[in-house]
C-alpha cells in the first residue's frame, strides 16, 4: 500500500474501537459467568473473533450483531469438549488466558495458532498452571500446540512472577476459579488489571493490594452488560500522529484510562506533549474519559522500570515519536517486545532506520536521537499490527510516498484504522 506523506495534519472528533484486552475477557468470563452478559462496543477485531469462536466450540452461544454481543453463560462447569483444535489465529491473549479456563475442564483441548503464535513462549504459564496441579503440555514444553487434560484436582498457588505480563497472571487467576484452594499472585511491578476488575464485576472474590493479587475460589460469576471502552492502544497511533503533524488537534471520545494502560499519556507529556484528559468516570469498574491533544514540540527522555508494562504495546509507535523529539530517547527494560507478534524492538528498529532515523538497537530497548527529517521508503511490517500502525504514521510524516507491505495485520486490533484516519487527515 501507498502511504503519501507530507503537509498533512490531524483534525476533529473521533472514536476508537474497544479495547482488545477488554473485549477478550468480557467473552471469556461471559462464557463461565451464569446468565446473560451483553456487550458493547466489542472490538470485532480478528484476535477478539478468534476468542469468540474458541467458545463457540466449546459449546456457548455467542450472537453478534452490530457492535453488540450477547453471550449466553454456561457457568464455570458448563464448557463442552470442542470436536476441533481451538484456534487461537494470531492473538497471544487468547491462548495464554483460555488455558487457565480449560486446565479446570474435565474434558481434554488443544489449542493452537498462526506462524507467529506458535514461536511465542507459553512455558510461563505452562509452569505455574503444572504448579497448580493442571494437566499441560507444549512443543518441547514451551511452544504451541499447547494439550491440556483432565486432572484430578487443581490446587491454588502462591506465585511470584519473574517477569511483569498480565496474560500470565490472568491465567492463573482464571484457573484459580477452579482450584480448590486460595491462590496469591505476586506482581514484580503491576501489569494491566483488567482480569481482576471484571471478576470482580462479575462477582469473584478478589482482592488487589499493591502489587499483590488473592483470589479465594467458590463465588459464582454473573452475567453483566458491559459498555467497553475505546481501546488507549489503538488511540496511541492517533495521538502520537497529531503530535508530530504541525497544525493538528484532536479529541478521542471515550477512551479507557484505566491506570496500568496509562504509560503511554504519561510519557507523551513528560516528552511535552500537550495532552488533556476530560470528561472522566466509570465504566463498569474501569475509568473512561476523552483525551485532547494537540500538535507539540517533543524532547527526548527515558523509559524504563515499572513503566514499562504500562506501555508495553505502545513502545513502536513512541519509538516513532522520539524520531520527531528534540534530544535523545532511551528506551530499557523492553526485553518482552521481542516476543511479541514479531521481534518489536528488531522491527522497529530497522525500518524507522531506513527512514533515515538516528536509532539504535539494544538487548531490551533502543536509543533515538532526534529530530529527524524522516524520508519515505519501502517498509516492512513484519505482520504485525502495531508495527504496520507505526510505520504508516511515521510515513505520514515523511515527504512522499512510501509503500508498506502487509498490512492486513490492522485488521487484529484497529479494523477502521484506515476510515478513521482519512476521516481526520487534512491536506495543508
Ligand atoms: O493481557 C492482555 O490483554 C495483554 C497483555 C500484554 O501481554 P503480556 O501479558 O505478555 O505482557 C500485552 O502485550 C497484550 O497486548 C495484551
Ligand atoms: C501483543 C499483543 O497481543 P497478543 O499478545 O494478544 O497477541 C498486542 O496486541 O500488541
Do not use: W
Not at 491462548?95 to 498462526?114: K, M, V
Not at 513462549?121 to 518441547?140: E, F, H, T, V, W
Not at 487443581?154 to 492463573?172: F, M, N
Amino acid at each position: 500500500m501507498i502511504i503519501r506523506g507530507g503537509n498533512l495534519s490531524i483534525k476533529g472528533e473521533v472514536r476508537v474501537p474497544g479495547d482488545k484486552s477488554i473485549s477478550h475477557r468480557a467473552i471469556m468470563i461471559g462464557s463461565i459467568a451464569e446468565g446473560k452478559t451483553i456487550i458493547h462496543n466489542f472490538l470485532m477485531g480478528e484476535d477478539c473473533l478468534s476468542t469468540v469462536d474458541c467458545f463457540r466450540k466449546l459449546g456457548v452461544n455467542i450472537f453478534i450483531s452490530d457492535e453488540d454481543v450477547i453471550v449466553e453463560g454456561v457457568g464455570l462447569y458448563g464448557l463442552k469438549e470442542s470436536k476441533d483444535i481451538l484456534y487461537v489465529g494470531n492473538s497471544g491473549t487468547t491462548i495464554r488466558l483460555i488455558s487457565g479456563i480449560l486446565a479446570g475442564q474435565n474434558f481434554s483441548s488443544t489449542i493452537t495458532g498462526d506462524e507467529s503464535i506458535q514461536k511465542r513462549p507459553m512455558d510461563r504459564i505452562i509452569n505455574p498452571l503444572k504448579m497448580m496441579g493442571a494437566n499441560i503440555s507444549g512443543l518441547l514444553n514451551k511452544f504451541p500446540p499447547l494439550r491440556i487434560k483432565p486432572t484430578k484436582k487443581l490446587i491454588g498457588v502462591e506465585y511470584r512472577q519473574p517477569i511483569p505480563s498480565a496474560q500470565v497472571k490472568s491465567c492463573i487467576l482464571l484457573a484459580g476459579l477452579y482450584a480448590d484452594s486460595d491462590t496469591k499472585i505476586l506482581q514484580p511491578s503491576m501489569s494491566r488489571d483488567h482480569t481482576e476488575r471484571m471478576l470482580k464485576y462479575f462477582g469473584a472474590n478478589i482482592v488487589t493490594k499493591d502489587n499483590e493479587v488473592y483470589l479465594k475460589p467458590g463465588n459464582k460469576l454473573i452475567g453483566k452488560e458491559i459498555y467497553i471502552p475505546g481501546d488507549i492502544s489503538s488511540a496511541a497511533f492517533l495521538i502520537v500522529g497529531t503530535l508530530i503533524l504541525k497544525g493538528s488537534k484532536l479529541l478521542i471520545r471515550d477512551v479507557g484510562l484505566n491506570e496500568t494502560r496509562t504509560g503511554i499519556l504519561d510519557v507523551l507529556i513528560r516528552m511535552g506533549g500537550r495532552i488533556k484528559i476530560l470528561n472522566e468516570r466509570n465504566l463498569n469498574n474501569e475509568p473512561v474519559g476523552d483525551i485532547l491533544v494537540e500538535y507539540s514540540e517533543l524532547k527526548g527522555i527515558d523509559i524504563k522500570g515499572n513503566m514499562i508494562p504500562r506501555l508495553i504495546d505502545e513502545i513502536p509507535i513512541i519509538a516513532v515519536a522520539a524520531t520527531q523529539a528534540r534530544g535523545t530517547t532511551v528506551i530499557k527494560n523492553a526485553e518482552e517486545l521481542k516476543v511479541k507478534e514479531s521481534n518489536r524492538i528488531k522491527a522497529i528498529v530497522n525500518e524507522l532506520k531506513k527512514m533515515g532515523a538516528d536509532i539504535e538497537e539494544l538487548d531490551d530497548g533502543m536509543i533515538i536521537n532526534g529530530p529527524s527529517k524522516l524520508r519515505p521508503s519501502n517498509l516492512k511490517t513484519y505482520n504485525d499490527h502495531r508495527i504496520a500502525m507505526s510505520l504508516i504514521i511515521a510515513a505520514l510524516s515523511a515527504d512522499g510516498d512510501s509503500n508498506l507491505q502487509e498490512i492486513e495485520s490492522i485488521k487484529i486490533s484497529f479494523p477502521n484504522f484506515f476510515d478513521i484516519l482519512k476521516s481526520i487527515i487534512q491536506r495543508i
